[in-house]
């Protein structure tokens, strides 16, 4: 018998900071706790929002996004999930209409309903007229509201008249501990104490109104053109990849294009001063926290020498945001201390208080358009004149350098593998063009 689908909601808001992620992170937990299979998608660049959502669901939580990812491979994503799962969550990204293309757009694009997260903590009926503009502004279809930080039953009956008619599909009380944060959103779940008992606490307190939520009709997205394969251009390539807590950032998406074109990955941590794998032929330092651990891998010996001896050996390095603050000459952290880095990169890395970069940016190749972002608060100072540009989506402005040194490949540049396999190949081998 085939699935009639699965109950689908773009989890939005009115802006940033209203409790999104709280939010999908209970609903997620929730769900789990009734015994339904969830699914959870972040929409736009971010990956440390996943990281939470997917320790809530149990589940990898991949990438949305019409322009970075394209509407297709949404599609797919998407049809996939509502054939194996209960629930699919999908949590927006800034308020609903931000961006180009912005979470409403997405939630038009295959006509999913939008759950409205409203922080209630300081408004009452005024709420009402916040959720009818989200809802008539673009318009989209509503699927109801969850009023979050309510304080008494009484505050979110005022909410509840205040709708007009739009369910108050759940309610979440002020929090005695929320999710602590820091320059790049959120600290990621292993840094967060009992976060799942944080997590079980978020989906016990959340006020579901089981009947308007068994109103929400199952949905089964109509089936996207086949996905062509991937080349093989990485077969019998092995791809060593910084992972730990200063190298956190990765797309699952990116990971699963590396071994659809055939490339073996092997991983290793920096921070426990673990070197490069020697049976690496390329070597991904992906973007993370490097300058909330400058102490530990400026002493991290064997680490230092083994990517020293693998830029020597010629071996392709990519080094991404994070990645290339780490192999810079030096970082300067938050708090003034300068610590010694790798040293492939000429210049020096240096946190300040504010955004050095935010936004959707394409690298032009000669095979195309390598889509992905940027998000950083460092600066590099470097002699190095960069070989490439990317630019801004969509104003079409300069964008980030990408450094060339050596064997080294280096930009603050977040590339979404999936979106141009063939240049995320070349740039990986230094080739890119």
């Not at 599609?75 to 409403?104: C, F, K, T």
Request: with cysteine; hydrophobic share 45%.
């Amino acid at each position: 018998m085939t699935q009639a689908g699965a109950r689908m909601v773009l989890v939005s808001a009115i802006a940033s900071g209203q409790g999104k992620t709280t939010v999908t992170a209970a609903l997620a937990r929730r769900c789990l706790d009734m015994g339904q299979r969830v699914r959870v998608f972040k929409v736009g660049p971010d990956f440390i929002d996943p990281m939470l959502l997917e320790r809530a669901s149990g589940a990898p939580v991949h990438t949305l996004d019409l322009w970075m990812v394209g509407l297709e491979s949404c599609r797919r994503q998407l049809a996939a999930a509502a054939v194996d799962a209960d629930v699919v969550l999908i949590e927006g990204v800034m308020g609903l209409y931000d961006g180009q293309p912005s979470a409403a757009d997405l939630a038009r694009s295959f006509d999913i309903p939008v759950l409205a997260v409203i922080d209630a903590g300081a408004m009452a009926q005024t709420a009402g007229a916040v959720v009818l503009g989200l809802r008539d502004y673009g318009p989209v279809r509503l699927a109801g509201v969850v009023a979050n930080r309510v304080g008494s039953e009484r505050h979110a009956q005022m909410v509840r008249d205040s709708l007009r008619g739009v369910p108050l599909l759940a309610t979440l009380p002020k929090q005695a501990q929320k999710m602590p944060e820091r320059h790049l959103g959120l600290v990621t779940p292993g840094e967060v104490e009992h976060i799942d008992t944080l997590l079980d606490t978020l989906a016990d307190q959340l006020q579901l109104d089981d009947a308007a939520w068994d109103a929400l009709a199952p949905q089964l997205p109509e089936q996207a053109l086949p996905q062509e394969p991937a080349a093989p251009l990485l077969a019998g390539k092995t791809v060593a990849i910084a992972r730990d807590a200063a190298f956190c950032f990765l797309y699952a998406a990116n990971l699963d294009t590396l071994r659809e074109m055939g490339a073996r990955l092997v991983f290793f941590s920096p921070l426990l001063d673990e070197p490069v794998p020697g049976e690496a032929d390329i070597v991904w330092l992906p973007g993370g926290y490097p300058e909330l651990h400058g102490a530990t891998l400026a002493g991290a010996g064997s680490w230092r020498e083994s990517i020293r001896t693998a830029h020597a050996a010629g071996k392709p390095i990519l080094a991404e945001c994070g990645g290339m603050m780490a192999v810079a000459g030096s970082i300067t952290d938050q708090d003034g201390r300068t610590w010694p880095m790798a040293g492939l990169l000429p210049g020096d890395v240096t946190m300040q208080k504010r955004l050095g970069a935010l936004g959707a940016q394409g690298l032009a190749t000669s095979h195309g358009l390598l889509r992905g972002h940027t998000f950083h608060y460092s600066r590099l100072d470097t002699p190095l004149t960069p070989s490439a540009r990317t630019v801004k989506h969509p104003s079409g402005a300069e964008g980030e350098a990408v450094y060339r040194a050596g064997s080294l490949t280096a930009t603050y540049f977040h590339a979404f593998f999936q979106s141009n396999p063939v240049a995320a190949c070349d740039l990986l081998m230094g080739e890119a063009r």
